[in-house]
């Protein structure tokens, strides 16, 4: 069975940092382009943060340009979202999603983000 597993989320002040990392198997993580998402309350999910497979190509929504960074170790099938800078408006459940080039998408279930003092 297909798994992605999210870890790093916590609560943290403004301004400051976490990384998040998913850690992907039972299939092929070089395949796979892989994404950040979150789903604040009562809001759509959105995308954060993408990454190519093989030229790591990486893009960015434009309210975590600057601040977020993504990242993947093909060696681990982990992937990385180094968050600096965070606002409160960064609260959020974070999910790591996986993408093939057919369309396929797995989730993993999510890592909560709480940025508040």
């Known amino acids: 069975q297909v798994q992605l597993v999210e870890s790093g989320g916590g609560l943290v002040q403004p301004g400051g940092s976490l990384r998040l990392s998913c850690v992907a198997s039972?299939?092929?993580?070089?395949?796979?382009?892989m994404s950040w998402y979150r789903q604040a309350p009562g809001k759509e999910r959105e995308l954060v943060a993408s990454?190519?497979?093989?030229?790591?190509?990486?893009n960015y929504a434009d309210s975590v340009k600057g601040r977020f960074t993504i990242s993947r170790d093909n060696t681990k099938n982990t992937v990385y979202l180094q968050m600096n800078s965070l606002k409160p408006e960064d609260t959020a459940v974070y999910y790591c999603?996986?993408?093939?080039?057919?369309?396929?998408?797995?989730w993993g279930k999510g890592t909560l983000v709480t940025v508040s003092s």
């Open positions: 039972r299939f092929t993580f070089l395949n796979y382009v």
């Open positions: 990454i190519t497979n093989l030229s790591g190509s990486t």
């Open positions: 999603n996986a993408r093939s080039s057919r369309g396929t998408h797995y």
